[in-house]
């Protein structure tokens, strides 16, 4: 067997190997990267409530007196600090279990995108270690999809896009 010929074989099994750790990735990475943004926000989220839709004092204090919110080099108060409470503590357990379930999983990433720039502005000294990291799981959330082991996966196997009718056009 030729040094050419052996190499060749080398970089076969050396592509065929990765494209076999790409296939494994794109179906594992998705529920993970979807579980490891629910998990903060799900727990964040049991902390506001006293029961179900009675929101704990804690939480209204939280967003009454002390979240603040920093815009421009100024402090604000939240508007409607117990409407903000009460979509909050929503939101943090709704978004996450639709995640897990991988239902409407871009829509939700992005919610919890747009509240991550929200706690951003709450806690400007968090980015580096908690807002960038959740932030890049939405935005991959986003861009890679549910993934094979989702709820969507498995509503758009089971209702396949529609063919655009062109009686509807002019």
Known sequence: MSSFSAMSTVEDVVR??????????????????????ALP???SGLTKWNGFLSLSPAASFL??????????????NFPFPTVFAYFDGIAEIVLPVLLILGFATRFSALALLVMTGVIQLVV??????????????????MALGPGKLS?????????????????GRQ
């Open 63 to 76: 967003f009454e007196d002390e979240f603040k919110l920093h815009i421009f080099g100024q402090v604000y």
């Open 16 to 37: 065929d190997l990765i494209q076999r750790l790409a296939q494994v990735a794109l179906v594992v990475a998705p529920p993970v990267l979807r579980i490891a943004l």
């Open 151 to 167: 709820l969507d996966h498995l509503v758009a196997s089971l209702c396949p896009p529609r063919a655009v009718s062109s009686r």
């Open 41 to 43: 926000f799900f727990k």
């Open 124 to 141: 400007p000294e968090g980015w580096a270690n908690f807002h960038l990291p959740w932030a890049a799981l939405a935005v991959a959330l």
